[in-house]
């Protein structure tokens, strides 16, 4: 496909029949009026307008490098699938801007309406994200918190130091310090300048016409936020189509069909990271996605949009118990003795609201670290030695499979069991995610003030800054995969999982997001 392609034929491409029989429809004709109009208005105006293609099956050989602004979308969707799956990408602290759904819910009485979702918060405009700080961005070096000042770091036998600089009070250093890599331009790779970090055997898994993706590097230069060593990152983001599905359709007047759940596609985060040093080094690295889920908010049945009637399992039966600054104690407060912590097909918005869920939040909402039980991801490992990169090494091929076979039977091969879950009754959409991370942060948004910044149109927003339709407490499930916070200043860890990254060694940390469906609605 060309990369080049126009939005108008990119809509098309997007919003094509979805057929009975679940094949591909043949036809390239633009989409038919039954189709959510704000779904156009997504591709086809505001920040849509110009933007970048990713690759399908291929990396994207842009003519200039250059020519890349950094609020400029880059575009990765399924080819002629709906319901569909499509992401924007912001080279801009490699920030996922729109999270599109589009759900066929399949009602007779509604004309087969598709409705369409943006299932992550933000304001309207890319460059609102300049201000609106951390919302859907990589965060790094380290996420989380570390406490400012001087630190000595070990691991494997190779020593060093850093002074890492406050920017939450004088006392904590949060998500990579005063610029981290969320204030940061990314660069999209191409055919001529392709990544480095990512081998001949993996790439050759993204060839696929279901497949679409983007890779992005960006170079953190020594002492950067007090961190040292050159650190060189590159972060691949791919949707992989679902397989082989079959629909099931009722006539009027026909008892109603079971209601079978859909696989939308799956999105994939991948992100490694290689020190450049000729001399032994040693540095901290803890990278995540701080994207915010909110999966009914494009619905705009109330004034603002919670997350409160979703419900979350998480894998976990303890949370950190954090001291002052919210900083770790490198204990854990267990799920039987604080049932607030437990999360097993809950609701998010049960139990007392008054002082939440958060062990050093007084307002509304989760604000925790969970240690996760994710026993199956111990045979991918967060770091592989350097002597084993080669072009044959593959890290990914489990990775990126379908989620179902061509005869519609789950796929997964090694990959580890999901470690999240979030739903909605409301909208049918579900959301599961596995890693090889041994932690999640969980936080609900609870520092979101209305008043303060833009909410997205399809959001019920105005989508203008400081209009005062923001974004309130509670209207988002923000779930950060990362190692524990802080791990590299607890013993326990030593040599371990501490969060540290060596000369010789690759970071390999990845996540997968696959997308469900339900139909809300008689069949």
């Excluded at 057929?19 to 189709?35: F, G, M, Y």
């Excluded at 950190?320 to 919210?326: I, R, V």
């Excluded at 303060?452 to 974004?471: E, T």
Aim: net charge negative; proline share 8%; hydrophobic share 35%.
């Amino acid at each position: 496909m060309d990369h080049a392609s126009s939005s108008t034929s990119l809509a098309s491409i997007c919003v094509k029949a979805f057929i009975s029989d679940r094949r591909l429809a043949p036809s390239p004709e633009p989409p038919s009026p039954t189709v959510d109009p704000l779904f156009l208005a997504v591709w086809l105006c505001g920040s849509m307008s110009g933007n970048s293609r990713g690759s399908t099956g291929h990396i994207s050989n842009f003519n200039s490098l250059q020519e890349m602004a950094e609020f400029k979308p880059v575009l990765l969707a399924l080819p002629s699938l709906t319901p569909s799956l499509a992401v924007e990408i912001l080279p801009f602290g490699l920030t996922l801007h729109r999270v599109i759904v589009q759900a066929d819910e399949c009602s007779l009485k509604r004309s087969n309406y598709a409705k369409t979702h943006d299932i992550v918060v933000g304001p309207e405009s890319p460059e609102g994200h300049a201000t609106q700080k951390y919302v859907n961005t990589i965060i790094g070096r380290f996420s989380n918190r570390i406490p400012a000042g001087t630190h000595i770091i070990e691991r494997n036998g190779i020593k060093g130091q850093m002074t890492v600089i406050a920017n939450e009070g004088p006392d904590v250093s949060l998500h990579g310090g005063i610029t981290g890599f969320d204030s940061m331009s990314w660069l999209q790779l191409n055919a001529e300048n392709p990544p480095t970090l990512f081998t001949a055997a993996e790439l050759s898994n993204l060839q696929s016409p279901n497949t679409s993706y983007a890779i992005f590097r960006l170079i953190s230069p020594d002492g950067n936020e007090g961190f040292p060593g050159k650190l060189v990152t590159e972060a691949l983001v791919a949707l992989i189509g679902p397989g082989e599905q079959r629909r099931k359709y009722r006539a009027v007047g026909e008892p109603p069909l079971e209601t079978p759940e859909y696989d939308l596609g799956s999105i994939i985060l991948v992100y490694r990271a290689k020190l450049d040093e000729k001399e032994k080094v040693v540095t901290p690295v803890n990278l995540t996605q701080h994207w915010g889920f909110n999966l009914e908010a494009s619905l705009r049945d109330g004034p603002l949009p919670t997350v409160l009637e979703h419900t979350l399992t998480l894998k976990s039966d303890r949370a950190a118990k954090l001291g002052p600054g919210a900083l770790p104690t490198h204990n854990y407060l267990l799920a039987e003795d604080y049932p607030e912590h437990g999360h097993f097909a809950k609701k998010i918005g049960y139990l007392s609201p008054q002082r939440g869920y958060g062990v050093h939040h007084d307002d509304f909402g989760p604000d925790d670290f969970y240690l996760l039980q994710n026993e199956g991801a111990s045979h991918i490992p967060t770091r592989i030695p350097l002597s084993s990169f080669d072009s044959k090494l593959d890290l990914i091929k489990e990775i990126v499979l379908p989620s179902n076979d061509a005869q519609g039977n789950p796929t997964r091969g090694n990959r580890p069991a999901s470690v999240a879950e979030l739903s909605s009754a409301k909208t049918g959409i579900k959301l599961l995610f596995d890693t090889n991370q041994h932690g999640v942060m969980f936080y609900t948004n609870i520092g979101a003030n209305p008043a303060v910044g833009a909410r997205k149109k399809i959001h019920g927003g105005s989508g203008i800054k400081d209009h005062g339709d923001g974004y309130g407490p509670g209207s988002a499930a923000f779930l950060e995969f990362h190692e524990p916070i802080s791990a590299f200043l607890d013993p326990k860890n030593k040599d371990k999982e501490d969060s540290l990254l060596t000369t010789d060694e690759l970071y390999h940390n990845y996540v997968r997001l696959d997308v469900k469906f339900t139909s809300i609605n008689s069949v």
